[in-house]
């Protein structure tokens, strides 16, 4: 595994003339602890030679930043690889990846060891070329869709910066039990842990945190609705706990329908909006849906 990261960007035509500092810190959204390290390591280089923090850089200039491991919180990756790479990836660059996860399968790791995670079939697509996977975000385990990975550990903070400043966005589709009305709005109901069960989360629990979704019906059957739903905020469990606070829990959710399970459960993050690192390039991905979600969804609209 990697020492030491390298990155080099050309900077756009379009670039405004700005200090080294501001470049790193607020164009490229750099942590300062980063920055802090490259100052004293002298491993900002422009266009071949070391620049200081307050030197100016310039359209076209070429800037490559070297970090060896002493910036980062945690620099080592420490999930084992799958023994197949078995991945749908929508989006790859020298940065991330972004991956179809498959629904009934964890996103990561509990404990040191455990294996049959997503991470660890991304520790095998990217073992050949001597990468490692970071994690952004996470998917519950029965929740299917786009998922973001970092291949370095440079871009982890940076992400996270994104996804606080509404940068990335998250959308999904959920098949909810009954008819939800009016047809859109916004929940703000805050969430916390739940006093009678440590796997759930409940509205205005014990150490609640402010959460926003807001949805739109797409469609409606005598039992059920077709939700999609934007994620203002990222609390563990937020779509399934709203809407079973709403009175209309996932269909199929384990946790917060009352009703059992007949099969998979029907959530999907469908659309990614993403701002890349370094370039600012916007990207809408799609996911596309698991069989079994696909054809329900044929059933309602016919």
């Not at 959204?29 to 422009?46: D, G, W």
């Not at 995670?117 to 385990?141: E, F």
């Not at 007949?262 to 600012?280: A, C």
């Amino acid at each position: 595994m990697n020492k030491e990261w390298q990155i080099t960007e050309t900077l756009a035509p379009t670039q405004t003339p700005c200090s080294v500092r501001t470049l790193l810190e607020k164009q490229w959204l750099l942590p300062r602890r980063f920055t802090h390290f490259l100052r004293i390591n002298k491993n900002v280089i422009i266009n071949g030679h070391y620049r200081n923090m307050n030197d100016l850089v310039s359209p076209h200039d070429q800037v490559t930043l070297t970090f060896t491991g002493a910036e980062f919180r945690t620099a080592a990756s420490s999930y084992r690889p799958s023994s197949q790479a078995r991945i749908d990836v929508l989006y790859e660059n020298r940065d991330l990846l972004v991956i179809n996860k498959p629904a009934g399968k964890k996103s990561h790791p509990n404990y040191p060891g455990e294996m049959g995670t997503v991470l660890n079939d991304v520790a095998a697509y990217l073992q050949p070329q001597g990468l490692a996977p970071y994690i952004v975000h996470r998917l519950d385990q029965q929740t299917s869709g786009a998922l973001i990975v970092a291949k370095n550990p440079i871009v982890v903070p940076i992400l996270d910066r994104l996804i606080s400043m509404g940068a990335i966005h998250r959308e999904y589709l959920a098949l909810a039990t009954g008819q939800i009305t009016p047809a859109t709005g916004k929940w703000t109901w805050s969430i916390g842990r739940d006093p009678d069960d440590r796997r759930k989360r409940a509205v205005a629990g014990p150490k609640a945190q402010h959460a926003q979704t807001t949805y739109q019906v797409l469609r409606t059957t005598a039992t059920t609705s077709l939700v999609k739903l934007t994620l203002a905020t990222g609390r563990t469990h937020q779509i399934r706990v709203h809407l079973a606070h709403s009175g209309h829990p996932i269909v199929n959710d384990p946790l917060y329908n009352p009703l059992p399970a007949t099969g998979p459960m029907f959530l999907h993050g469908k659309w990614l909006r993403l701002s890349l690192p370094f370039s600012g390039e916007k990207l809408t991905l799609t996911a596309p849906e698991p069989a079994f979600f696909s054809a329900h969804i044929h059933d309602i609209i016919s």
